[in-house]
């Protein structure tokens, strides 16, 4: 049977949502000293939610009382989804390494597949698990920057603790987005899971406004957060709505593994950085693997 429009659609998306995600490497760059981490994610999500919610509207209030019967899900993936994946990464950031955030979120693909084949019942093939192997030899092969031995002399830190609780909490989501069934289309859906993000963090942010040095409102913070709620929230967040209700939370797993390539490529772009031989290498081997993780059965 020929893929539907829709499923077309969601592996194309597989290809383009790690470029949207990658201006949230760019964001939490220059975040430091311009905004705090809960006041940026507060921003981001409450604009991102808004948006959601503007063009879902009308389906919002035909579906009011749905919505009000699921408030706890919906605050379980928002607290999950917008706080711990975001507030909790831009605080690690200010104590780790960029390599060690993206040694240890490349764990999230592998969590997710393991899982939604246990819990969720999504069937996975041996060649689907050697994409995912190959995959992760090549994001790792782009982190370690082509050095192997340097794995041998990682020293964590702190701020890994943050990141390792945003990678098992985006797997978490990731799977409950589809193991709960809602009524909503994915805009509406996520328009009250980002609200209800903002509801948790409110009184984290609240707090730093009172307690940091950093000014809570400013131009350049209100740059940063919409440009994270414009293509990092709104456009990400749908097209990964997209693909886990149309190919599954195994075969979408991948597309994390598309994002420090893809980082590499917006940091050449827009600060200046060099791109190396070892991405090239990286792209080699992460292609393959999500080809064949979402391949069509003979």
């Not at 909490?169 to 805009?187: A, Q």
Request: glycine residues 8%; aromatic residues 12%; positive net charge.
């Amino acid at each position: 049977m020929p893929p539907r429009p829709q499923q077309r659609l969601a592996v194309a998306l597989i290809f383009i949502t790690p470029a949207l995600w990658s201006v949230n490497y760019l964001v939490a760059r220059r975040a430091p000293g311009v905004i705090e981490p809960h006041m940026l994610a507060v921003q981001r999500w409450l604009m991102a939610g808004l948006a959601f919610c503007f063009f879902a509207r009308a389906e919002l209030w035909a579906r009011r009382r749905d919505i009000l019967a699921d408030w706890r899900h919906t605050v379980v993936l928002g607290a999950l989804g917008m706080w711990i994946c975001g507030a909790w990464v831009y605080l690690g950031g200010h104590s780790t390494s960029a390599t060690n955030i993206a040694l240890i979120y490349a764990l999230s693909p592998v969590m997710i597949v393991v899982i939604s084949r246990l819990w969720l019942k999504e069937p996975f093939s041996v060649v689907q698990a050697f994409g995912v192997a190959l995959a992760l030899t090549g994001v790792l092969h782009v982190v370690l920057k082509g050095e192997w031995a340097q794995l041998a002399e990682v020293q964590w830190a702190v701020g890994d603790a943050w990141i390792l609780a945003a990678t098992v909490s985006w797997t978490f989501y990731s799977l409950l987005l589809r193991r709960w069934p809602s009524p909503l289309g994915d805009g509406a859906r996520l328009g009250v899971i980002s609200l209800a993000g903002v509801a948790v963090m409110l009184p984290f942010a609240a707090w730093e406004a009172v307690s940091s040095p950093v000014p809570a409102f400013s131009k350049a913070g209100f740059e940063l957060a919409l440009a994270a709620a414009i293509l990092p929230g709104f456009a990400a967040y749908l097209a990964y709505s997209l693909m886990l209700r149309e190919l599954g939370a195994a075969r979408v797993s991948v597309v994390l593994y598309l994002g420090p390539l893809y980082a590499a490529v917006m940091a050449w772009l827009v600060l200046g950085e060099p791109v190396h031989e070892y991405h090239a290498v990286g792209l080699a081997l992460v292609l393959p693997g999500i080809y064949l993780v979402n391949r069509r059965p003979d």
